[in-house]
């Protein structure tokens, strides 16, 4: 198959420097924005789009293997109004999305997590429904189809918790418009459907991390001391939200003692990511750089380990 499709319609979001994005340029129009999370198998997002070609969609999604799927189908279709995102959609939502600008979201069978030890992967928590009343517009509305009664229960009460949304009674006799992959497969095995709408009546701050320019400029410095460098393996940081461990170092053989890279994990308020930073000797010092390849938002903490890592490297304690 020829694939020159691929990369037209996903946004690689950690390329990008300005955030919120401005989806009137991606688009080339004004249209309303409709967001689908987890859109799985696309049949949803594709349908939906070849039958509203008046409406913007994007579809946000954690599987790799869902949003390669995904773009062969828009190709096909030959359709210019969705856009496709791998990432987590409670960090997408919040950094990706000015407040006041979706019109509709969509959630189709999203996974429940039914227990304990899981609950922090569940969608709807209370930080994202404050999220959710950032960015959608006034009587914007969140569409969720569930097969499990108590998830739709729980995730009812946590809308009217927040204080900013009117909410539908759960309804049973609800049939989605264009059949999911997972509804098919719960029809199957004769479960019932749970069908909720909360609409947006009211406001919450949002706390962005990412919000505006978002460039990260290299370290320079004169020297490295090479086994202060070496000794950064496991070393912790943490400052307020500001988070980050250096797990392991690695040397370059085919240069050694003259280019390294330190595997880094960090951590901004819950929202974990793992990178590279690149140190490497050039003709007037040395780089302390984010790594292209293994690539990250420069949230607070990768900044700050870029910065820390390069003051550490420069001290001679
Ligand atoms: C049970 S499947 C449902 C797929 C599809 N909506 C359907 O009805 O067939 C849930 C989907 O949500 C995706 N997902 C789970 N957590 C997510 C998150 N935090 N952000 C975006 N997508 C997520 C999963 O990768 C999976 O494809």
């Known amino acids: 198959m020829n694939h020159s499709f ?55 999604e954690t599987s790799l293997t869902s949003c390669y799927k995904i773009q062969k189908k828009i ?25 006041d600008s979706i019109y509709k979201i969509i959630v189709n069978f999203p996974c429940p997590w039914p227990k304990k030890k899981h609950s922090k992967k569940r969608l709807f928590s209370e930080d994202f429904i404050d999220t959710l009343s950032g960015v959608l517009e006034t009587n914007g509305e969140v569409f969720l189809t569930t097969d499990v009664k108590l998830y739709a229960e729980e995730v009812r009460e946590n809308f009217l918790n ?9 309804k049973t006799d609800f049939e989605i418009p264009i059949k999911t992959r997972y509804e098919a497969k719960w029809e199957a095995q004769g479960r019932s459907e749970f069908f909720l709408i909360s609409r947006k009546k009211c406001k919450k701050p949002i706390r962005r991390l990412l919000e505006g320019e978002n460039t990260l ?39 050694p ?26 003709h007037d010092g040395w780089i302390i750089k984010l ?26 304690g």
Do not use: M
């Open 6 to 60: 691929l990369g037209k319609y996903q946004i690689y979001t950690k390329d990008l420097t300005y955030f919120p994005l401005d989806w009137s340029t991606i688009f080339s129009n004004n249209n309303k924005l409709i967001v689908e999370i987890g859109f799985g198998g696309g049949e949803f997002l594709i349908g939906l789009a070849k039958k509203h070609p008046e409406y913007n969609f994007i579809g946000i």
């Open 217 to 255: 400029s290299h370290k320079k410095i004169k020297t490295v001391n090479l086994s202060k460098l070496k000794s950064l393996q496991n070393f912790k940081y943490k400052q307020e939200e500001k988070v980050f461990f250096i797990s392991d170092i690695y040397s370059n053989c085919n240069s």
């Open 162 to 170: 927040n204080g900013c949304f009117e909410v539908t009674p759960l």
């Open 75 to 99: 190709h096909v279709n030959n359709l210019s109004n969705i856009r496709i995102i791998l990432e987590d959609a409670r960090f997408a939502i919040r950094e990706f999305f000015f407040d």
């Open 291 to 316: 790594d292209d390849i293994a690539k990250a938002y420069r949230t607070p903490a990768v900044k700050e380990a870029i910065n820390k890592i390069a003051e550490e490297l420069e001290s001679n």
């Open 257 to 282: 003692e003259t280019n390294y890279l330190l595997k880094v994990f960090s951590d901004d308020a819950g929202f974990s990511q793992s990178f590279l930073v690149d140190v490497s000797k050039r």
